[in-house]
């Protein structure tokens, strides 16, 4: 399903000691976590590989401004009493259907209805890893939906404040 990466000395003459992994390879992984994905092209039957991007700036910014009834309706079942079960998760990207076409075809750089065509399970497959690798993106989007942050200024605090700043007992004294 999904395929490494695996950067070694004798792939990268930058590594000092064979078989150990290219440092700025690790790094890139945690900061660009694409995922390459063995597909069945649904026009030919073949094994495609499909690289899953974690979504670039212009690409967040297409998807924030067309996904708001999406992130809206996602967030909506952090309220419910069963939270965000994969069986309703997967009723609100129906609903969304044309919606969530088009952003795997923006994670994906494949024509939406190439990713229209697919079938179960690589349509499956491609679901669960454009939601992981844009975990980050979701996640953010649903916490601020949430959570009610109406500001920019709020919104941003509680992100810079949770990645940043260490948890505090509430309940410990001051002083």
């Given at each position: ?78 309220g419910e009493p069963e939270g965000m079960t994969p069986a ?5 990207l129906g609903t969304h259907a044309d919606l969530w076409a ?74």
């Open positions: 399903m999904r395929k490494t990466r695996k950067h070694t000395a004798e792939t990268d003459p930058g590594t000092a000691e064979p078989g150990t992994p290219d440092p700025r390879q690790c790094e890139a992984a945690v900061l660009l976590p694409d995922m390459d994905l063995m597909l069945q092209d649904p026009e030919t039957g073949a094994e495609v590989s499909v690289t899953v991007r974690e979504f670039r700036f212009m690409d967040g910014l297409n998807v924030q401004a067309r996904a708001r009834g999406l992130i809206e309706d996602l967030a909506a079942l952090l309703r998760v997967a009723e609100v088009d952003i795997c075809a923006i994670s994906t750089g494949r024509e939406t209805g190439w990713i229209a065509a697919l079938r179960e399970p690589w349509a499956g497959m491609l679901t669960m890893a454009v939601w992981q690798v844009n975990t980050d993106f979701f996640t953010a989007r649903l916490l601020g939906q949430h959570l009610g942050r109406e500001t920019m200024s709020a919104y941003w605090a509680s992100l810079s404040s949770s990645a940043f700043l260490p948890a505090q007992d509430m309940d410990a004294p001051t002083s």
